[in-house]
């Protein structure tokens, strides 16, 4: 049975907790991906989504990584809101049978989320603000 936990949210996700519900005894390898904000003279980062479009896209995204690497879990969650240097944005938390489909299924939905998800990112500096390439649907903006 293929575990999924697919959220665009403003709240903060427990990795342990996210991990341990992966495990299961036909797991063999878990992958987490935690994107976190860093510390380049940043103040805080605003991030917004197209909730109803990420969540397709997410939906999408991870029904091509189960079928292409053979997953057994997935759980995708990206953090919306004010976020400061040391908070997470992006969560990924995959698992297979298999090592090796568990580092590149992890890989290919990040990378996918960077091409096809509609969320927005603006950072803060002191006295500056400017939007950052995200996560954009370049497609469906040109």
């Given at each position: 049975?293929?575990?999924?936990?697919?959220r665009?949210t403003?709240?903060?996700?427990?990795?342990?907790?996210?991990?341990?519900?992966a495990?299961?005894?036909?797991m063999g390898?878990?992958?987490?991906?935690?994107?976190?904000?860093r510390?380049?003279d940043?103040?805080?980062?605003e991030?917004?989504a197209?909730?109803?479009?990420a969540?397709?896209?997410?939906?999408?995204?991870?029904?091509?990584?189960?079928?292409?690497?053979?997953?057994?879990?997935?759980?995708?969650?990206?953090?919306?809101?004010?976020?400061k240097?040391g908070?997470?944005?992006?969560?990924i938390?995959?698992?297979?049978?298999?090592?090796?489909?568990?580092?590149?299924g992890c890989?290919?939905?990040l990378?996918?989320?960077?091409?096809?998800?509609?969320?927005?990112?603006?950072?803060f500096?002191?006295?500056?603000?400017?939007?950052?390439?995200?996560?954009?649907?370049?497609?469906?903006?040109?």
């Open positions: 049975m293929i575990e999924i936990s697919v665009v403003n709240d903060d996700a427990d990795i342990a907790k996210l991990v341990e519900s495990k299961s005894s036909a390898a878990i992958v987490v991906f935690d994107g976190i904000v510390d380049d940043i103040e805080w980062i991030l917004s197209y909730e109803e479009g969540l397709y896209e997410f939906e999408a995204i991870r029904e091509d990584a189960i079928k292409k690497f053979g997953l057994l879990s997935v759980d995708i969650i990206h953090r919306t809101g004010r976020l240097p908070d997470n944005i992006l969560i938390v995959v698992g297979s049978p298999h090592r090796k489909d568990a580092f590149f890989e290919y939905i990378e996918e989320i960077k091409r096809r998800a509609p969320v927005w990112k603006k950072e500096r002191k006295g500056e603000e400017q939007w950052v390439d995200a996560h954009i649907n370049k497609k469906n903006i040109e």
